[in-house]
Structure formats: C-alpha cells, structure tokens
C-alpha cells in the first residue's frame, strides 16, 4: 500500500501540516525537521506528486528552448545537455521548439505556444525582433539569450564571435600567411545567427593587416563545402594559403579530402575551425574554444532565479573564447603551391 502524509508524519514524530510545509515551502522549515520528513520518506518510498506541485504553485515546471533548426548539431546538443543537467535537478523539463524558417518562425510567434505552458524561455542563437521579444513578454515569463541579445531580454550568456575569429586571423598573419580564404555555409534564412558575425570579423581582423588579401565564399546548402575549398586552392591562380572555416565540422574532413588530392595539412596549406568541438583535439585542428555547455549552465541557474524572483548578480554575462593553437597551422610554404 502506498504511503501518506498521515505515515511520514507518524514516522516522523510531526504533524501532518510539518510534512506538506516540508515538501510545499521547505524554506519555512529547520534544517533538523526537513531532514527528519525527508528521512522518514525515503524509509516509506513516499514523494509528492508532481502534479499536486503544479497546481498549488502554479507553475508548470517546464522551460522552453527555441533553436534555430530541427538538426541538432555540436552546439546546440552542448546547450541541451548544460540546460538538461541544472532544470533537471530543479524538477523542470525542457521542451524543444525547432523554429526552421519564416512560417514556423510566424507561427510560433502568432500563436505563442509557450504562453501559460512554460516558466521560462530560453532563445539560442538567433535574433528576434523587438516586436517578437514583446511578444514573448505578454507571457510574463523570463526570457533568456543564449548567445544572442536583444532590447527586452532578462538575461543573457554568450561570447563574441567577432572577436573569436579576429584571433584566428592574427594567428595566421602572425605565422605569415597573406591570402586567406573563409568559407561557411549559405542558406536562406530570416533567423540571424549570431555565428554569422564571424563572417563580418574575419573581414574587420583581415583589413587590419597590411598586404593581406582576404575573401570569403558562401557555399550553398546542399552543396560540399569540401568540394568548394578544393576548388579553391586547384583552380586559383593565386590560391589561399589558409582555409578558415566556419566551424570545426566543416574543417576536419577537409584533411582527408586533401590527403587523396596530394596535398598535405599545414605543410601546403593551413587550415582552422571555431568551436573546439568534438575531435578537434584529436584532428590536431587549430581552432577557437568555446564552451556551449558552460553557457548553457549559466543560462539555466539564471532562469531558475529569475522563476524564483531573486537578483542575479551578472545578468547579461560574456564568456571568454580563447585560441587553441595545433598542428594544422604552420607557416606558408617557402614556394607557392601552384
């Protein structure tokens, strides 16, 4: 027979209002009777139902997470698993909600799905529009960037993307390289992916350096990137002496691609990524880090203060990238390489 309030009291030697304060308000109760109730419970196998939790808090114990895509790449699966592990341990779920495009991007704003169904949203890197962070406050619940800001958000944790590859760049210009090639992914979106800064501070870092020719290259979706970075280097009659990618996912099986062409990572061209993800380590990747899943931590503790009304001390907070210097950088070959 499952046990009660009535049985945990009696176990416990307190009244049956101790045990519900205990488990309802357990600030309202010394640590001595919380750990008694508490002890008394376990022996019982007894716990409060969520749901009676729910209704006398009002809460829902659910926290949204809107990404810009229903691919779940390195970065966003760092979020997830930082977010998972804080919410988690507070008794919240996470829902996800993929917002691909401008018609789910209408939609979820036009119908607010998160409205009286979520404590919190988190918004990972992409930009909304003022009209849309309104939007989202006629829910009256925080709103959380992660990696992405705007007017009207509760907080913020992210980095600083330009200043991410502005390292890359100087790496590079320090070694001696003078023709650098960036190239990223391409795709119609109305989203603003705050990566996409790294595009704008590859050019800043780039005109800084005198004699330094640089030019990016946005290769469609659906087409390789690969395939793109080859034709680059064969095809050029001055060709980059550095390839800097987007993101490491793109950098590491470029080294391969390379091997099968004869050519040779850095000794006939340099090559770099951004993240510091998976296997950049292993593949020797030069690279910048950064740590999603620290943000992500963050960003959690953050909602959870913001849910319960408390100051956050560093609301809007910028995380430290730093660069990772291996071996798929070197300096120019002595002689060009075509």
């Known amino acids: 027979m499952k046990a009660s309030i009535g049985d945990v009291a ?3 030697g307190v009244s049956n209002a101790t045990v519900s304060r205990t488990f309802a308000h357990p600030e309202q109760v010394s640590e001595a009777t919380r750990l008694k109730v508490q002890a008394a419970a376990d022996a019982l196998n007894f716990s409060v139902s969520r749901s009676a939790g729910i209704l006398k808090s009002g809460r829902t114990y659910r926290i949204a997470l809107l990404v810009g895509s229903g691919v779940i790449e390195w970065f966003t699966a760092e979020i997830i698993a930082g ?63 992660i990696n992405t800001t705007s007017e009207g958000f509760d907080a913020t944790v992210g980095i600083n993307d330009k200043e991410g590859i502005k390292l890359i760049v100087r790496h590079l210009a320090k070694l001696g390289h003078r023709n650098l090639l960036y190239l990223y992914e391409s795709f119609s979106s109305t989203l603003g992916f705050s ?21 990016t290259l ?25 390839l800097c990618f987007h993101q490491d996912s793109q950098a590491i099986p470029l080294f391969f691609r390379l091997q099968r062409s004869g050519l040779s990572v850095p000794g006939d061209i340099s090559v770099t990524g951004f993240d510091d993800s998976t296997f950049a380590k292993e593949a020797e990747l030069t690279t910048v880090r950064q740590r999603p899943y620290d943000m992500a931590v963050d960003a959690a503790q953050k909602a959870l203060a913001l849910i319960e009304g408390q100051p956050i001390e560093e609301p809007f907070e910028t995380f430290p990238v730093q660069l990772q210097v291996r071996g798929s950088t070197a300096k120019p070959r002595a002689i060009p390489l075509l």
């Open 195 to 215: 990566s996409f800064n790294r595009i704008s501070g590859f050019q800043e870092a780039c005109d800084a350096v005198d004699g330094l020719t640089a030019r």
């Open 83 to 145: 977010l998972n592990d804080v919410l988690r341990d507070a008794g919240y779920d996470l829902v996800i909600y993929p917002i691909e495009g401008s018609e789910a991007r209408d939609a979820f704003f036009e119908e607010l799905p998160v409205r009286s169904n979520a404590d919190a949203v988190f918004v990972s890197s992409f930009g909304i529009s003022p009209d849309e962070v309104k939007r989202l406050g006629t829910a009256k619940i925080p709103i959380i960037g």
């Open 10 to 12: 009696l176990k416990a």
């Open 218 to 242: 946005a290769v469609q979706k659906g087409d390789s990137i690969l395939d793109a970075a080859i034709s680059e280097i064969m095809a050029q009659d001055n060709p980059p002496t550095a």
